[in-house]
């Protein structure tokens, strides 16, 4: 049974940091797939950040240059620091796991992940 738990969202102001945190259980992560997306009020899930079991890092255009996505194989974490937030960053974000080694080469869409974790709200205001 795959279990993705998200922790670390809060209310911050404008120009500030998080660092989500994504636990997991249940599976060798280790050889999937991870993502993280978010769904603002009233906007689709989408992509923010995905990343191979070898590493290998997309992010999305919103994001590139101010979050960093990174993988803890020991300890089963998969983070996502969050730099320079914006208002627009507000939105529930989400872990997701896709059943496959990469994800780099299919859209970093909702579609093509296969678990997904309960959320964790993110507020800049």
């Known amino acids: 049974h795959v279990q993705l738990v998200e922790s670390g969202g809060d209310s911050v102001q404008p120009g500030g940091s998080l660092t989500l945190s994504c636990s997991t259980a249940?599976?060798?992560?280790?050889?999937?797939?991870m993502a993280w997306f978010r769904q603002g009020p009233g906007k689709e899930r989408e992509g923010v950040a995905s990343i191979d079991s070898d590493g290998e890092i997309n992010y999305a255009d919103s994001v590139n240059g101010r979050f960093v996505l990174s993988r803890d194989n020991a300890n089963n974490i998969l983070s996502l620091q969050m730099n320079s937030l914006k208002p627009d960053d507000t939105a529930m974000y989400y872990c997701?796991?896709?059943?496959?080694?990469?994800?780099?080469?299919?859209?970093?869409?909702?579609?093509?992940?296969?678990?997904w974790g309960q959320g964790t709200q993110v507020t800049v205001s």
């Open positions: 997701a796991a896709r059943r496959a080694m990469c994800c780099s080469s299919v859209p970093l869409q909702a579609d093509n992940y296969d678990y």
């Open positions: 249940g599976y060798a992560w280790y050889i999937y797939c």
